[in-house]
């Protein structure tokens, strides 16, 4: 962090007034950070007062730029996009007067018309039988909140709901103002900075395996209403960057934990409700947040001991603590869900994903102890290490990173047995099964005992409640269940 950062910033208030889109976004992402990392409170505070004078700025300013994916929900500015069931109510509820259908972006209204059927008899006068029905004309005032709250009253089961309001591909239209949802302000209620007054922590500073055999985290199950209140906060985190997960839009409201990882760091993590379970692994995911500003999210794809973890980080903090945080997450999923072999999907590290290309996301794994579970790719990648020790400023290739991330990645934590799972997919225990339920499907579950059978009766209830960590904790226990499904997955 530079020493003369308050200078930097008190600059920054002479260009706010004529910048234009490309100065304020550069501008905006760099108090942010600075927010996020600050060296001292009074930077900080300068930061935020910095960044609502941005978002004034920006509301003068029109650009498509505001826009982009990369640096979208800046306040003052606003965004269209198509949004699940889940979180379109989620959205009208938070900001009822900001959120509405961008009439001028659906191209595909005629979707509307089979419910606008249901709901309005004389529409059928005319739709059945006529061209080019003027759908917008006959809604009149009605719009989002209508729309949801017809679906609502539809007579289907909650997942047939989000499947017919999803169909419709209903482009909304946020204008996001001065809100809190902002990039610009979303923050967590006051609560201590940690000032950076050293050198941020480097990748090579970090070591899994010692986060791993740290002390667990301090964690809080948030009250059902605390942690809805968080869970509104991620919704609308992410919906303002364009993103949404599975885990986010259909949470257990009653299982939110907070965790302080340290460093200002805070980690809200959770599973998702019963309806939504997965038939076999289990689902938890998170957002964290520095020094009260969100940074990225992780989720978990869990089975016994081996959990499949995706990362992310926005893009504002790359420069920040990545690799500390990162380790303090796979510390977290250890500490609670019990797993000691982690997995990365090849899209994480390259796969038909240019960004991690370009980022060289395969080596920022690979220092940190992963491995390629291919016995190619293991061979290529300790030859480009080689390489990389041999000739100073070579940097690989993107052609070679493609080739790198065309297989999944893993590090063993104390405890698992190498290799273990290196040829485990579970698309082979899925085809192998085929038939719900699930459970009882097994080959040759017909030798097991009374009490494994009493066992696997007992993990197929903690599916159906409770927190899926106690349904890991369970299957990790039931030696014959988990080489049962790991001989299946294995090819």
């Known amino acids: 962090m530079p020493s003369n950062i308050l200078d930097e910033l008190a600059q920054a208030r002479g260009i706010l007034d004529t910048a234009d889109a490309a100065e304020l976004i550069r501008l905006h992402e760099r108090l942010l950070f600075v927010r996020a990392y600050p060296p001292s409170l009074e930077a900080a505070r300068l930061a935020d007062r910095l960044l609502a004078d941005v978002g004034v700025r920006a509301a003068a300013v029109e650009s498509d730029a505001f826009a982009e994916p990369e640096v979208s929900g800046i306040a003052g500015t606003s965004l269209s996009a198509v949004f699940s069931y889940e979180v379109a109510r989620r959205l009208v509820r938070l900001y009822p007067r900001s959120v509405s259908i961008n009439w001028d972006a659906y191209q595909e209204s005629e979707r509307l018309a089979p419910l606008l059927a249901l709901t309005l008899p004389l529409f059928r006068e005319e739709w059945p039988v006529e061209a080019h029905t003027p759908i917008r004309e006959w809604l009149g005032r009605r719009d989002l909140a209508w729309l949801l709250d017809v679906v609502k009253r539809v007579a289907l089961d909650e997942c047939g709901k989000a499947a017919m309001y999803d169909s419709l591909r209903v482009p909304l239209q946020w204008d996001l103002k001065n809100s809190q949802a902002t990039r610009t302000r979303m923050r967590l209620p006051a609560g201590k900075l940690y000032c950076h007054r050293e050198a941020l922590l480097r990748r090579s500073d970090v070591s899994i395996a010692r986060e791993l055999e740290a002390p667990p985290l301090p964690c809080t199950r948030l009250t059902r209403e605390a ?157 480009e290490e080689r390489r990389l020790l041999a000739e100073p400023g070579y940097r690989t290739p993107p052609r070679t990173l493609k080739r790198l991330a065309c297989g999944s990645i893993v590090y063993e934590a104390p405890g698992a047995v190498p290799g273990e799972w290196d040829r485990f997919q579970i698309r082979e225990v899925c085809r192998g099964v085929r038939d719900l339920p699930v459970f009882g499907r097994f080959p040759g579950i017909s030798k097991w005992s009374e009490r494994e059978r009493r066992e696997l009766a007992a993990i197929e209830r903690a599916k159906k409640s409770g927190s899926e960590a106690r349904y890991l904790h369970l299957m990790q226990r039931h030696v014959r269940l988990r080489e049962a499904v790991l001989r299946m997955g294995s090819i």
């Open 227 to 383: 942690g809805r209140r968080i869970l509104d906060r991620i919704v609308a985190t992410s919906a303002v960057r364009y993103r949404e997960l599975y885990g986010f839009s259909r949470p257990d409201e009653a299982n939110v934990l907070r965790v302080a990882a340290g460093r200002g760091v805070e980690i809200f993590f959770f599973g998702v409700a019963p309806l939504y379970r997965l038939p076999l692994r289990a689902y938890h995911c998170g957002m964290f947040f520095k020094n009260g500003v969100p940074a990225g999210y992780v989720e978990t794809l869990s089975l016994f001991d081996r959990a499949e973890v995706g990362f992310n980080l926005y893009y504002t903090f790359r420069e920040g603590e990545s690799a500390w945080i990162y380790a303090q997450l796979l510390r977290l999923a250890r500490q609670l869900l019990g797993v000691n072999c982690f997995s990365v999907d090849p899209y994480q590290i390259g796969h038909e994903n240019e960004e991690a290309i370009q980022s060289g996301a395969f080596w920022f794994y690979r220092k940190l102890g992963f491995r390629p579970v291919d016995p190619a790719l293991l061979r290529l990648t300790e030859r």
